[in-house]
């Protein structure tokens, strides 16, 4: 009978070290794998977003890379003069702004070759094609109609400069077509070109009288190219170096731009802005080299945002990119004619012709971030931040553009110049011809995929302090477990010794028996 109640016991108290043995363990595992998951967890996740975002043929993203489905537009604002006759008497131009004439642009990288140095090569493809349901419910590009100055007659001017000698034939040029000052074009027009008299009629004298002094001119003047290629590009694919994902490394050949007056402003910085490098911070200057400039331009933390219910980091341009050498010293390397004011972007070099003139000028649009002079020598510009600033809104673990808008301004840069009537009596003046608005915006499909890997990331310190707090738990019911028994132990002891004490004691005082 007693060997089954030490059997007994013996079992219980079995099970009871078993179970307080389990909850130790439990609690310890729970506890580190807690600590683990908070300290590595979002470290394995973005080394497998890293992993995706490598540029080869079998990466999730290549196709998207290769050829965008993503709607990319292009929207026109065309500026219309509408006081000639008063800017021809020197006054001050007055533009309204019409439009947006918006273009879907298709992109295709053509001719891909994978390379030996961890870059790859190809050839970009660009197509516009008019959209009417992102237009304006007038915005006909065939049929309307803008009155601007003469921009082939302004070219032309300043090329008389470049070429001493030459005003008298200019002069004859002009008033051979009897040129004015101003010319109503389509949107058509001045968008993709048109054969200009001017042009044509100059590219006749040169053959003629074998003026090879003079430079090549192509008849189609056009503000901007279709259907074209940008020239081949080299990028580094990320494999070797993450950080480096999309960044130029050469472009045409080669290594550097090789326009503009300082080792600086030639350098390659940055994407496309189609892809940034992973794990962002607001701490970053992001960068982007951009056909249409020749030049890479760089960005600054501007806010917090939200696309599609995804957190993003807004990016803009800081004030200091468009700021005059005076100001910003290192901009000088953009002076190739001379610095125009702050807010002016001279890119003539970057035109592939034969002669370089700052007659087409680049900014932001309605002069936004210039020099006040500029919004003051036209009426009706009214630059706001929201509508002509250019921003990229991007998720920052995957350093994708979720949303942007790329906006960039062409003006036409007038003189007086004594010698050709049309141009004697006119202000000096930046007067703007056109903005563009280049925009993205991920759908919200591809927004709910990225956002499932994005809520894994986030839930990672809640599991981690969930695993941690269930640990601890475990731990303290264990040792709760360990010393209610060493408790109960301690009492039974005690009990057990007061019990020996108690037979021990004699049952009279003196030790004498009672006697009856």
Not at 120 to 128: A, E, H, M
Not at 240 to 253: H, L, N, P, Q
Not at 360 to 366: D, G, L, Q
Request: glycine share 6%.
């Amino acid at each position: 009978m007693l060997s089954e109640r030490r059997t007994k016991k013996n079992r219980v108290c079995c099970r009871a070290r078993t179970k307080i043995c389990l909850l130790v363990t439990s609690g310890i595992f729970l506890l580190v794998l807690g600590a683990v998951c908070f300290n590595q967890a979002n470290k394995w996740i973005q080394s497998i977003i890293n992993s995706q975002l490598v540029l080869k043929p079998s990466s999730p993203i290549y196709e998207q890379w290769r050829s965008p489905t993503v709607p990319v537009r292009m929207q026109f604002y065309m500026f219309n003069v509408e006081n000639p006759l008063e800017v021809k008497q020197a006054g001050h131009p007055y533009v309204s702004q019409k439009g947006p004439y918006c273009y879907r642009v298709y992109q295709t990288k053509k001719n891909i070759t994978w390379n030996k140095n961890y870059t790859v090569s190809y050839n970009k493809f660009t197509k516009y094609v008019f959209e009417a349901d992102c237009s304006c419910t007038s915005c006909d590009p065939y049929t309307n109609t803008i009155t601007l100055p003469n921009i082939p007659l302004v070219i032309l001017s300043e090329v008389s400069k470049t070429y001493p000698g030459s005003s008298v034939i200019f002069s004859i040029i002009f008033e051979r077509f009897k040129e004015s000052f101003f010319k109503r074009t389509t949107v058509h027009e001045l968008l993709w070109g048109y054969e200009d008299p001017v042009f044509e009629y100059f590219a006749e004298v040169k053959r003629k009288f074998r003026l090879s002094f003079l430079p090549d001119i192509d008849p189609i003047f056009r503000m901007m190219d279709n259907n074209t290629l940008d020239g081949v590009t080299t990028i580094y694919t990320g494999a070797s170096d993450i950080s480096r994902i999309a960044v130029w490394t050469e472009w045409k050949g080669r290594p550097n731009v090789g326009f503009w007056n300082s080792s600086w402003a030639n350098m390659f910085n940055g994407s496309d802005g189609m892809q940034f490098p992973p794990q962002t911070s607001i701490n970053d200057t992001l960068y982007a080299f951009y056909v249409q400039l020749c030049r890479s331009m760089h960005f600054v933390y501007g806010s917090q945002t939200t696309v599609h219910g995804v957190d993003t980091l807004r990016f803009t341009y800081p004030e200091d990119l468009w700021q005059n050498a005076s100001v910003n010293p290192a901009n000088r390397g953009f002076c190739p004619n001379g610095c125009f004011p702050s807010g002016i972007l001279d890119a003539s070099v970057c035109k592939d012709t034969p002669v370089a003139v700052p007659a087409i000028v680049a900014s932001e649009p309605h002069f936004y971030q210039g020099d006040p002079s500029l919004v003051n020598n036209v009426g009706g510009l009214n630059p706001v931040k929201e509508e002509h600033g250019t921003f990229f809104d991007i998720e920052p673990h995957f350093g994708l553009p979720l949303h942007l808008s790329l906006r960039l301004q062409l003006n036409v840069n007038i003189k007086p110049i004594k010698y050709i009537p049309q141009m004697a009596g006119v202000q000096e003046v930046i007067l703007p011809i056109m903005y563009f608005n280049n925009s993205v915006s991920v759908d919200e499909s591809t927004a709910n995929t990225m956002k499932q890997v994005l809520i894994a990331m986030k839930a990672v310190p809640w599991v981690s302090g969930t695993l941690i707090c269930i640990g601890t738990i475990e731990l303290v019911i264990a040792f709760g477990w360990i010393l209610a028994a060493k408790t109960r132990k301690e009492k039974k002891r005690r009990n057990k010794r007061l019990h020996i004490n108690d037979e021990r004691k004699p049952l009279l005082g003196n030790g004498e028996l009672t006697r009856t």
